[in-house]
């Protein structure tokens, strides 16, 4: 029994020192972090549409072709506008007076705030966040007389605002 009690009383006396030297607490803080996820867009590889021709040989349409295409991903609500054909290379092409070209661009798939297309009178399409949206490019293009025998390229700009 004499040495149990020993024995107990040893413990405490070991364990008492150990709490007598412990380190006391003189301060702490939280030291805060955080971070920011800037917004942005991301277009995929555009895929290039067609131009048919209408029989005056005057204007090209891609409804008679196909239309170009192209994804798009925002981690960010956003604006999408469209802007008008611009013509790029071929044996000349000067637009007809007047309201000669026009381009639209539709929504095929994804999630929008207001319709599904706009086209290049400068009205946004509201784009929500969220999975990749589809968008179909159209374009019509008139010359100012008839198209000479070549190939053409047109461009149509689509830019995404915050």
């Known amino acids: 029994m004499k040495l149990i009690s020993r024995f107990l009383l040893a413990s405490a006396i070991v364990t008492a020192g150990a709490l007598a030297y412990a380190p ?9 972090f955080g971070g920011t996820v800037p917004g942005a867009c991301t277009f995929g ?24 295409s ?31 070209a026009e ?17 290049d009178d400068g009205t946004p399409l509201a784009l929500v966040v969220g999975a990749n949206k589809s968008l179909a490019v159209n374009m019509s293009a008139a010359n100012s007389g008839t198209l000479s025998a070549g190939v053409y390229s047109f461009n149509v700009l689509l830019t995404v605002t915050p």
Do not use: E
């Open 45 to 68: 590889t555009p895929i290039a549409g067609t131009l048919s021709v209408n029989g005056a040989n005057t204007t090209f349409n891609s409804a008679g072709g196909t239309a170009g």
């Open 103 to 119: 381009s639209t661009v539709t929504v095929t798939s994804g999630q929008v705030d207001n319709g599904t297309s706009t086209d």
């Open 70 to 100: 192209v994804s798009l991903s925002c981690t960010q609500a956003a604006q999408l506008t469209v802007g008008a054909p611009t013509y790029q290379t071929g044996p000349g092409f000067t637009f007809a007076a007047g309201d000669s």
């Open 24 to 32: 006391k607490t003189f301060a702490q803080a939280i030291v805060p």
